[in-house]
Nanobody
Framework: QVHVVESGGGLVQAGGSLRLSCAAS????????MGWYRQAPGKQRELVAR???????NYANSVKGRFTISRDNAKNTVYLQMNSLEPEDTAVYYC???????????????WGQGTQVTVSS
C-alpha cells in the first residue's frame, strides 16, 4: 500500500512565499516522477510542476521563474518552493506520485489529499 501526503499550505499575502512538501511511503520500488497540481474553485485541475527521478523538471508557464520543484530521492519526498505568490495562485494543491510497487513491479499512480493555498491581495 502506498500513501501520498502533502503538507505546508496556508494563508499568505501577495508577494509572499510558501513551501509545500509531499512524501510518498509504502511498498515502493522506484518513483518515476512526482508532481504538483492545483485546482481553483470552478476550474479544472492543472499541472503546476513535475520532476522525474533523474531531476528533469517542467513547469506551467504561469509559475515559471516563481516556483521551484525539487526532490529528495532518499526520502521519496518532493518540495515546491513558491515565491512571489499572487492571488491567482489560490487553489488546493495536490501531489501526484507515479511509481513502481516493490512486490509486483506494477505501475502505481496516486494522489495526496490536497493542501489549501490562499494568497490574499
Amino acid at each position: 500500500q502506498v500513501h501520498v501526503v502533502e503538507s505546508g499550505g496556508g494563508l499568505v499575502q501577495a508577494g509572499g512565499s510558501l513551501r509545500l512538501s509531499c512524501a510518498a511511503s509504502g511498498t515502493i520500488f522506484r518513483i518515476n516522477f512526482m508532481g504538483w497540481y492545483r485546482q481553483a474553485p470552478g476550474k479544472q485541475r492543472e499541472l503546476v510542476a513535475r520532476i522525474t527521478s533523474g531531476g528533469s523538471t517542467n513547469y506551467a508557464n504561469s509559475v515559471k521563474g516563481r516556483f521551484t520543484i525539487s526532490r529528495d530521492n532518499a526520502k521519496n519526498t518532493v518540495y515546491l518552493q513558491m515565491n512571489s505568490l499572487e492571488p491567482e495562485d489560490t487553489a488546493v494543491y495536490y501531489c501526484n506520485a507515479d511509481l513502481l510497487l516493490s512486490r509486483t513491479l506494477k505501475d502505481y499512480n496516486g494522489w495526496g489529499q490536497g493542501t489549501q493555498v490562499t494568497v490574499s491581495s
